[in-house]
Nanobody, 127 residues
Framework: QLQLVESGGGMVQAGGSLRLSCAAS????????MGWFRQAPGKEREFVIGISRTGGSTDYADSVKGRFTISRDNAKNTVYLQMNSLKPEDTAVYFC????????????????????WGQGTQVTVSS
């Protein structure tokens, strides 16, 4: 079992930055690939960004490339999402997710591949 708790959401003006954190319980965090997803009102959940369990590989949605970065600190059982140059269309609830991974550099982009989810944190970008 793994419990995930997101933090760092809030309201920001367009062009601003936010950093989300996702803290995981348990001592096996390093065995999980991690991902961030988001869901805007009336829209389906979508993949944003992911990182392999070692941190050696990442993958991004085209909509966030060049603006968002993901990192992880396995010693702190935490994954981070740095969001820069935020746009109103980035407004959504952001969820972190974890997937047990046998591949050191595997990154998963499909929600159904993930085993554990956080409760989400709201990000609102005003124009």
């Amino acid at each position: 079992q793994l419990q995930l708790v997101e933090s760092g959401g809030g309201m920001v003006q367009a062009g601003g930055s936010l950093r989300l954190s996702c803290a995981a319980s348990g001592r096996t965090f390093r065995f999980y690939a991690m991902g961030w997803f988001r869901q805007a009102p009336g829209k389906e959940r979508e993949f944003v960004i992911g990182i392999s369990r070692t941190g050696g590989s990442t993958d991004y949605a085209d909509s966030v490339k060049g603006r968002f970065t993901i990192s992880r600190d396995n010693a702190k059982n935490t994954v981070y999402l740095q969001m820069n140059s935020l746009k109103p269309e980035d407004t959504a609830v952001y969820f972190c997710a974890a997937k047990t991974s046998v591949f050191a550099d595997g990154v998963n982009t499909k929600g159904y591949e993930y085993d554990y989810w956080g409760q989400g944190t709201q990000v609102t970008v005003s124009s």
